[in-house]
Structures are given as structure tokens and as C-alpha cells.
């Protein structure tokens, strides 16, 4: 009966095992099928059209340079490698500065052949129209190829604009940098810190005062990443800006004190374990030989459980670089290349975190964030796999 009993016990265990192995299978799966449809997406908005005049020699566009022009940033054909002519911009909606109601018609029925029209007079224009009001048969202009985005644009692009027109610009660059700023500033504050405290806890705190620490530093885990940001926004924020005279204080140095704070508790409990785990018979006999209790630390405990500490940083990066609220409400969410510490940035978490409710469903927009997603996902592998190799090297 125990036999059975146990048999049952392990047939549970194994389902229980695969179902949960299956399920992140499929979770990955799903997302870079999401991700992976960006690179089929038309570089323009889906279900428009860029036309040109046919004396334009201007044959392609990037979606930068698209949204410089329709910007007003670029004014010129020839500062594209274009003829000498001002470019007259055309949206749709301008159509009826150009044409009256009854020219266009009772029923809209003329708007194709009014926009052939006007494409074949204005030497300059670009023309940004719906495909369902270009003329099938005689189009007097050029439509510029329907380019899709590329993963050169994608990983290479150093503008992040999912809402620009007619072009939307996905780089992933600013918000890369700006997740690892923000991360590599709180492992630099947290750490010494961190490992401060796990050495205080493992070999210096009496029985008494490391049982009432243990649980306070491991509550803090617990506390919900809103509840750090809004610390974050009420205490540190203010304490950024006026003590360093910032014109706000909304930066990434705000994120890693922050973050800093969140990836404490990890550090301090695997550094600490780590540390205890050094065999006392090394300790006494370091002792015994004349070294201090400090020499011991630095030249026994440290060395020998350098591996554990190890691990512990890589976990605490993995907590920052996966953390989304108490980031998206200190870091200013500015989705630009960040050249100062003391400057406003955005993390992959945040943007995700923040557009994801206004992406339409199956878009360029949504797509891109699912990429974020997977880009996000491989980093936090990395770390993953990063930490298994490292405790596979411990020296015991």
C-alpha cells in the first residue's frame, strides 16, 4: 500500500512537472510568434499609401526620414539626395484646401481621381492618402514601395515614436540603454551594501540580533513595487532634484536608488547563506594560525564563497532589470539615448508596462512590444544561465 502510495505520490509529481514545463514552453512559443510578426509589417501605417510626383527621383524612404519631412525637419528634396524642390507635404485631411465639396463629389466618387490630379501637379509633394482612394487605372504620380520594417531598424534604431504618421519608428536602442543605466546603477549602489550586510549577518551579529534582522530584511522582498514607487516619487525624487539642483528629478540615478533599495533583500539573503555555508573547520583553522576575525573573512569566507556572492549580484541585476512599476513611476519615461545619469530614461519593463493597453491588438505597435518582450526574456536568460554556471564553478 505505501508503494502505491508513492507511486501515485511520483505520478503527480512528473504531471505536475510537465504541465508546468509545457505552459512556459507555450508562453514562449507565443511570444515570439507575436514578436516575430513585426518583420512583416509595412514600414508606413497599414492601409495607406506614399505617393510622389513621377519627376521625383526619389525612390525610397526610410521611416525616419519620413517622419523628419512630415515633420517639417527635412523641407528640401535635395537634403535626401533629391531634386532641388521644396516639398509640399499632403495628408488627407488637407484635400479640401485644394478642392471644394463638389468637386470632390456628394459621395467622395472624384477623391481618386483629385488626388491623381493634384500628385501630377505639385512637382514637390508627398502624398499620405488611405489605399482605397488610389486610382487603379491612370495614376498620374508614383507610390513609393511598400517597405517593411527590417531588424536592422528594429535592434539598430535609436528612436522609439509607435505612434508617429504616417511611419511609426521602433528602436530599440534608447530603451536598451536605459534598462541597463538604470540596472547597472542600483547593482553599484547595492551592492557593497548588500554584501556589507551579509557579512555582518553571517559572522559578526550575535544569534540574537541576526534571528530579528533575517525576517525584516526578508520582508522587504515582499512589498509590493508600486508601494517603492510611490517612496520613490514622495521621498527620493524631491531629494534629487533639490539636493542636486536638477530641473526634475525624475532620472535614472532616481531608478537605481530605487531599484537599489528592491534588489537589497536578494543580495543580503543569498550572499549570507553562501557565507555560512563555509565549512567551520577552514574558520578555526585560519584562526588558529593568528589571523583576525577580519583577516578570516577577507581570506577565507569571502574566497570560498565568492561564487554564492556572485550569484547573488547576478539575481539582484535580474530583480532590476525585470522591474516595471516602481521604474515607470521615478524614471521620467523619456524614450531617448540617455548621456547623463542625471537625465530622464525609459526601461524596456516601463514601456511595455505603459503602451500595451493602447497598442491595437495584432499592429505594428503590439508587435514591437511582444519583441520588447522577447528581448527582455533573453536578457533575464542570460542572467539565468550566467547563475547556473557560476554555482556549478563553486570550489568546495
Do not use: C
Not at 505536475?16 to 508606413?44: C, D, H, Q
Request: avoid cysteine; glycine fraction near 8%; proline fraction near 6%.
Amino acid at each position: 500500500m505505501k508503494k502505491f502510495f508513492e507511486k501515485i505520490v511520483e505520478g503527480g509529481l512528473l504531471i505536475s512537472g510537465s504541465v508546468s514545463s509545457f505552459t512556459i514552453l507555450l508562453i514562449v512559443f507565443f511570444l515570439f510568434k507575436e514578436a516575430g510578426g513585426l518583420f512583416n509589417t509595412p514600414a508606413t501605417e497599414e492601409g495607406y499609401v506614399l505617393a510622389v510626383n513621377e519627376k521625383n527621383d526619389v525612390t525610397k524612404l526610410s521611416p525616419e526620414k519620413i517622419m523628419d519631412i512630415f515633420d517639417g525637419n527635412i523641407s528640401n528634396w535635395k537634403e535626401i539626395n533629391g531634386m532641388d524642390q521644396e516639398i509640399l507635404v499632403f495628408r488627407f485631411s488637407d484635400l479640401t484646401n485644394y478642392y471644394s465639396e463638389e468637386e470632390l463629389g456628394d459621395e467622395f466618387q472624384y477623391v481618386p481621381e483629385k488626388i491623381s490630379e493634384l500628385v501630377a501637379k505639385e512637382p514637390g509633394i508627398i502624398a499620405f492618402f488611405p489605399k482605397q482612394y488610389l486610382l487603379e487605372k491612370g495614376f498620374q504620380g508614383r507610390v513609393l514601395p511598400e517597405e517593411k520594417i527590417t531588424p536592422g531598424e528594429f535592434f539598430g534604431g535609436t528612436k522609439w515614436y509607435p505612434t508617429s504618421t504616417p511611419a511609426p519608428i521602433f528602436g530599440l536602442v534608447p530603451l536598451l540603454l536605459g534598462t541597463l543605466l538604470v540596472s547597472i546603477g542600483a547593482i553599484i549602489l547595492s551592492l557593497p551594501f548588500g554584501v556589507a550586510v551579509a557579512i555582518y549577518m553571517a559572522e559578526i551579529a550575535s544569534k540574537r540580533t541576526r534571528d530579528l534582522l533575517k525576517p525584516i530584511i526578508e520582508l522587504l522582498a515582499g512589498i509590493p513595487s508600486v508601494v517603492y514607487g510611490f517612496f520613490g516619487l514622495v521621498v527620493i525624487v524631491p531629494l534629487i532634484q533639490k539636493g542636486l539642483h536638477l530641473p526634475v528629478g525624475e532620472t535614472a540615478f532616481a531608478g537605481s536608488v530605487v531599484l537599489a533599495i528592491m534588489a537589497l533583500p536578494t543580495i543580503i539573503t543569498v550572499a549570507e547563506d553562501a557565507m555560512r555555508t563555509t565549512p567551520r573547520a577552514m574558520k578555526e583553522a585560519s584562526l588558529a594560525l593568528g589571523a583576525t576575525q577580519w583577516q578570516t573573512i577577507y581570506k577565507v569566507i569571502i574566497p570560498y564563497s565568492i561564487s554564492g556572492i556572485t550569484s547573488a549580484i547576478v539575481l539582484g541585476i535580474g530583480r532590476a532589470i525585470g522591474e516595471t512599476m516602481a521604474v515607470l513611476m521615478v524614471t521620467g519615461n523619456a524614450a531617448v539615448i540617455p548621456t547623463s545619469f542625471f537625465e530622464p530614461v525609459r526601461t524596456i519593463p516601463a514601456t511595455i508596462a505603459a503602451e500595451l493597453g493602447e497598442a491595437p491588438a495584432g499592429g505594428a505597435h503590439y508587435e514591437a512590444l511582444f519583441l520588447l518582450g522577447a528581448v527582455l526574456f533573453l536578457i533575464t536568460l542570460i542572467l539565468s544561465i550566467s547563475v547556473e554556471y557560476i554555482s556549478s564553478k563553486r570550489k568546495i
